[in-house]
């Protein structure tokens, strides 16, 4: 019908913007691999969240796109095929995240063992 032909599937629809989505990602990763081997400075924590954000990003679009596949392929039902890999991805980036907040919390650190030695530096003065 003609209906059929105008309106994609939901799964089709995922399938063409996980699509889009994983070639963004990708170029993403890549423009972020090559800035981190030209910059000096390896331990930014602005581009590690940044890449924490885009990697995350490209399991969930790579996660939608085995759901849509799962779904019109092999005839899974869609809703539980997303909710798996939904469930799959909000571990993966917990995990992902740990890093991060590992660097954070030992940056703190040393900010806070250096205004220390500041401030009795300038008590002593």
């Known amino acids: 019908t003609v209906a059929h032909l105008l ?7 995922s ?10 990602d990708i170029v993403n990763i890549v423009m972020f691999y090559v800035e981190r081997r030209r910059s000096p400075e390896k331990g930014n924590l602005n ?8 990697a995350i990003d490209t399991l969930r679009t790579v996660s939608v796109m085995v759901a849509a596949l799962l779904a019109s392929v092999f005839g899974f039902d869609g809703d539980l095929a ?9 571990v993966l980036t917990f995990s992902s995240t740990l890093p991060l907040f ?4 030992h940056k703190w650190r ?16």
Not at 102 to 105: A, D, L, P, R
Not at 112 to 121: D, E, M
């Open 110 to 125: 040393r900010l806070q063992v250096v205004r220390r030695r500041n401030a009795s530096h300038n008590v002593t003065l």
């Open 47 to 54: 581009m590690l969240s940044a890449l924490t954000h885009v």
């Open 15 to 24: 399938r063409i913007f996980s699509s889009i989505n994983l070639v963004i």
């Open 7 to 13: 309106f994609f599937h939901s799964h089709e629809l």
């Open 102 to 105: 590992k660097s954070i919390f």
């Open 82 to 90: 997303d909710t798996y890999a939904s469930i799959a991805c909000s």
